[in-house]
T-cell receptor, first 113, second 115 residues
């Protein structure tokens, strides 16, 4: 069964460093999302992406965040200068127009030290 | 705007007892509703979803939920709890129709199952 794949599963980075989280959505999907879950808290929407542009973003998704679909298969989330409070689990999701749900990856746990 | 309220951040039941996890939603447009389960240090697994067909929805692992528009509720139930049901459960809402399934999640309910 096709699935959304996220790499790495766990990334540790130093405060102030740039980090790129990678996602491979299901191959025929056209809508892509990033969500964040700080430890012990709820899952929060960051951004949705369609037709090579951001379709919606939350207040959390400020100038230090960016997303890109650099080729036909990857969808990346870049955090330019990481802060301690960026430590969280980041989930990627995708769907195609005929789906009634978005499909989630297993997440990348980002730890900023 | 959409929002989800999950009543009870922690629910504890005995093995074999009824599980009831409460979810109320607010939405200015007809919603789709979802329940996800998250085991420790794992990702989100979809339990079930309401997408404007039957109001009583059956999901995996014996869970079901009923959409009640008049009460703006989508409570999750299971007749008999099993130890393996211990996890965090999240209710979520999205807009119906269209293809952009931006989800708004509740704060989650941690289910503990006692032997």
């Amino acid at each position: 069964e096709p699935e959304v794949t996220q790499t790495p599963s766990h990334q540790v980075t130093q405060m102030g460093q740039e980090v790129i989280l990678r996602c491979v959505p299901i191959s025929n999907h056209l809508y892509f999302y990033w969500y964040r879950q700080i430890l012990g808290q709820k899952v929060e929407f960051l951004v949705s992406f369609y037709n090579n542009e951001i379709s919606e973003k939350s207040e959390i998704f400020d100038d230090q965040f960016s997303v890109e679909r650099p080729d036909g298969s990857n969808f990346t989330l870049k955090i330019r200068s990481t802060k301690l409070e960026d430590s969280a689990m980041y989930f990627c999701a995708s769907n195609n127009p005929r789906d009634t749900e978005a499909f989630f990856g297993q997440g990348t746990r980002l730890t900023v030290v | 705007a959409q929002s989800v309220t999950q009543l009870g951040s922690h629910v504890s039941v005995s093995e074999g007892a009824l599980v009831l996890l409460r979810c109320n939603y607010s939405s200015s447009v007809p919603p789709y509703l979802f329940w996800y389960v998250q085991y420790p240090n794992q990702g989100l697994q979809l339990l079930l979803k309401y997408t404007s067909a039957a109001t009583l929805v059956k999901g995996i692992n014996g869970f079901e939920a009923e959409f009640k528009k008049s009460e703006t509720s989508f409570h999750l139930t299971k007749p008999s709890a099993h130890m393996s049901d211990a996890a965090e459960y999240f209710c979520a809402v999205s807009r119906s129709g269209g293809s952009n399934y931006k989800l708004t999640f509740g704060k989650g309910t941690l289910l503990t199952v006692n032997p």
